[in-house]
């Protein structure tokens, strides 16, 4: 069954600190893989998508992310972490076959001290 | 451009209760969605409509939970009734088509006492 894990529930770096945020997946097809973020009481907002192409994606706010197919592994990185970025991080994948359904993963969320 | 609405923000029921909301996706969306996000967890696609019409509903509790999108455009989730478990965050989505971006609304929380 296609899954979405985030082994990381909760994540704490200081301010200017370098940020990774782990992603696996276990889709038997190409996936789409998606990066949301939720700020407290807001909406989910996209970070950045990989559909093909280069395995390194760019997204908003600093935030880019590599697909490697060998490790089913969809990591978000950003070099350094602005106190603003605090929030929770949700990794999804894209499931084919006409419609656009999403698979979320649990969620990793992240602190930031000054 | 506007993005997807919803209301109420927050709702406190007793258990038994009903409850609906209230979901107006972005102009020209032709594909909306309902999840729901328990605490801890990500979200969770209840149903999907493309235009007025359901594609997925399969982890949808029929017994309780309804849904409708009438005429193409806004869409209501209702639960009827509630129990405990129903606590968590709705959040309505809506897309152009398929594998489109979805843009999310900022969620209904429910309170199920």
């Known amino acids: 069954a296609q899954s979405v894990t985030q082994p990381d529930i909760h994540i704490t770096v200081s301010e200017g600190a370098s940020l990774e945020l782990r992603c696996n997946y276990s889709y038997g097809a190409t996936p789409y893989l998606f990066w949301y973020v939720q700020s407290p009481g807001q909406g989910l907002q996209l970070l950045l998508k990989y559909f093909s192409g280069d395995t390194l994606v760019q997204g908003i706010k600093g935030f880019e992310a590599e697909f490697k197919r060998s490790q089913s592994s969809f990591n978000l990185r950003k070099p350094s972490v602005h106190w603003s970025d605090a929030a929770e991080y949700f990794c999804a994948v894209h499931l084919s076959g006409g419609y656009n359904k999403l698979i979320f993963g649990a969620g990793t969320r992240l602190a930031v001290h000054p | 451009e506007a993005g997807v609405a919803q209301s109420p923000r927050y709702k406190i029921i007793e258990k038994r209760q009903s409850v609906a909301f209230w979901c107006n996706p972005i102009s020209g969306h032709a594909t909306l969605y309902w999840y729901q996000q328990i605490l801890g967890q990500g979200p969770k696609l209840l149903i999907q409509f493309q235009n007025n019409g359901v594609v997925d509903d399969s982890q949808l509790p029929k017994d309780r939970f309804s849904a409708e999108r009438l005429k193409g455009v806004d869409s209501t989730l209702k639960i009827q009734p509630a129990k405990l478990e129903d606590s968590a965050v709705y959040l309505c989505?809506?897309?152009?088509?398929?594998?489109?971006?979805?843009?999310f609304g900022p969620g209904t929380r429910l309170t199920v006492l």
């Open positions: 989505a809506s897309s152009l088509g398929t594998i489109n971006e979805q843009f």
